[in-house]
């Protein structure tokens, strides 16, 4: 028998040994298991005890470990299935706050408080506030609108003659539906056609095998500030699409990596509108950014703004304070021009579905397909792709991706909320990251009366599911009774992740037992739903 710990086993037989932790890592994701769990203080008002408890990560935060992404995915499957061919109109009223949303909320209050005292202490607060923005997307994906701040910045009005026109589309007139029309067919049975569509963006070069053939003509210039600009492309679309439908159309829609590395649209449409409408309005949809001039370098190498403080950023030669981003703003005039113009190619690809047919389920799979992806992960590894990627990274190296974005120094405009310490080329913005390459908005985009549910209640039901299936009643718990609070980095109470992994996986094996044994009489439903259960067990 070979041992790990014999000393007199050949050093190259000792190192092709697995390592035990790595392999615990393997298990738990084959188990479903968070391999990044969270761990949360959980007081009980009503016994008052203090408890830990491993929330999944991807519960939270944005960076997903493999399991955690997996299961948001048949989530969002669910999701999206039950609202494409919807007969009926979703009832809207708000729903009391459920435990995960105040949950996530307090959790975003101490993050606030936490940035805050940075803020006074001088410190950097660029980590605390890429969590905040992460637990802001976090608090609108577990089914709550808009933001806990309600609207922060004033809008800011613009003359009527840079206002975005509308394009020049028929507009049919409004009616207080979000069905599609149905058919009757000669036999009786009522037709419910929904559409599929899916949006590109315009050509940059020729490409093959998803790199451009000739790297010096393809335009990386154009296609960055497209990446970094699409998610309000999209916006336009569907205001456009509202407008000529003549109905409250809600859409499932998710944004893809191409082989070329340019963001892509899959778009579920409920109901539907002929082909030809669906091409005039992507046609006709543009975007406009309305920012200051980024494409005559001021600042560059050493040569860059410094600060001052109570002041801002300074001309290092002249001493002259930059002009302010509103300043900056403000300085377009009425000829400006916008920085940049953003449309779709003409690729246009429209699908007819009807409900409950096979051609439905596979659009289904299709819009989660690279669910568990990022944008970045469209690379095959090919040598030419990976150089492609590489340029890409460097067009948008100093692309402003935001009005904050500390590359607007570079452009002699000080960033929004300008602070000490900004750099150009050295922005931490998302969009900037090799995975995002120039996307930084979100992968799934679900209007708001898709369906009658949240994603936090598709979770729920596929909790209710199991535990009803496993004979346990799902015990609505009072929502006041926890208060959760985040446990400090070092904490002594948390055991090692290890010994965290090593008990969800046990757990997780004892519901999967369980399920095993319902297996045969519950035929046809989704055993993934134990994923949910092993969470809240
Ligand atoms: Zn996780
Ligand atoms: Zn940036």
Redesign the pocket.
């Known amino acids: 028998m070979t041992h790990a710990h014999d000393r007199a086993l050949p050093r190259a037989v000792r190192q092709a040994m697995p390592m035990a932790r790595d392999v615990l890592v393997e298990v738990a994701k084959q188990h479903g298991v968070c391999i990044r769990p969270i761990p949360l203080k959980r007081l009980d008002v009503v016994t008052g005890k203090t408890e830990i408890i491993d929330v999944p990560c991807g519960a939270t935060l944005d960076s997903k470990c493999p399991p955690c992404a997996k299961r948001n995915k048949q989530l969002r499957k669910a999701q999206c299935r039950e609202g494409w061919h919807l007969d009926t109109e979703p009832a809207i009223t708000p729903d009391e706050p459920n435990e995960e949303q105040r949950w996530l909320v307090e959790f975003r209050a101490d993050y606030q408080a936490q940035r805050e005292a940075a803020e006074k202490a001088g410190d950097d607060t660029t980590e605390l506030e890429a969590i905040i923005s992460g637990l802001d997307e976090e608090i609108n994906a577990a089914g709550m609108r808009g933001n806990v701040l309600g609207r922060t910045a004033f809008k800011r009005s613009r003359s009527t003659r840079r206002r975005q026109d509308a394009p020049d589309l028929p507009k049919r007139k409004m009616t207080h539906t979000t069905l599609g029309r149905t058919f009757q067919g000669s036999d009786g049975k009522i037709y419910r056609p929904s559409l599929f569509v899916t949006l590109t963006l315009p050509s940059y070069g020729k490409v093959r095998d998803g790199a451009p053939i000739d790297p010096n003509t393809y335009d990386y210039h154009r296609a960055a500030r497209d990446a970094l600009h699409f998610s309000k492309l999209v916006d336009r679309f569907v205001q456009n699409l509202r407008r000529v439908a003549g109905y409250d159309v809600q859409y499932f829609a998710s944004v893809e990596p191409q082989k070329r590395l340019a963001p892509h649209l899959h778009m579920a449409i409920r109901g539907t509108l002929p082909r030809a409408e669906i091409k005039q309005i992507a046609a006709a949809t543009y975007h406009q950014v309305w920012w200051p001039q980024a494409d005559e370098v001021v600042f560059d190498g050493d040569h860059v703004p410094v600060w001052q403080d109570c002041t801002g950023y300074l001309d290092p030669a002249t001493g002259e304070v930059l002009p302010t981003w509103d300043e900056a703003l403000d300085a377009l005039d009425e000829d400006a021009e916008p920085l940049h113009v953003i449309r779709f190619g003409e690729q246009v690809d429209v699908q007819g579905v009807l409900a409950g047919t096979p051609d439905a389920d596979q659009c289904i799979r299709y819009l989660s397909k690279y669910l568990t992806k990022s944008i970045g992960d469209a690379l095959d590894g090919g040598q030419t792709q990976q150089q492609h990627a590489a340029r890409m990274l460097d067009a948008?190296r100093y692309?402003?991706?935001?009005p904050?974005?500390?590359?607007w120094l570079r452009y002699g405009i000080q960033p929004k909320d300008a602070k000490p310490g900004m750099h150009p080329g050295r922005?931490?913005?998302k969009?900037?990251k090799p995975e995002h390459l120039g996307y930084a908005g979100r992968r799934v985009l679900v209007s708001r009366k898709w369906s009658n549910k949240t994603l936090a209640e598709h979770k729920q039901d596929r909790r209710t599911w199991v535990l009803e299936a496993l004979g346990q009643a799902d015990e609505p718990t009072d929502p006041h009774r926890y208060i959760w609070r985040p446990v400090p980095a070092g904490d002594a109470n948390v055991p090692p992740l290890a010994l965290r992994l090593l008990r969800s996986v046990h757990e997780r094996q004892r519901w999967r037992a369980h399920l095993r044994e319902l297996e045969a009489r519950a035929t046809g439903q989704d055993l993934s739903a134990v994923e949910d259960v092993g969470r809240a067990a």
């Open positions: 948008l692309e402003p991706c935001s904050t974005c500390p590359n922005c931490r913005g969009a900037h």
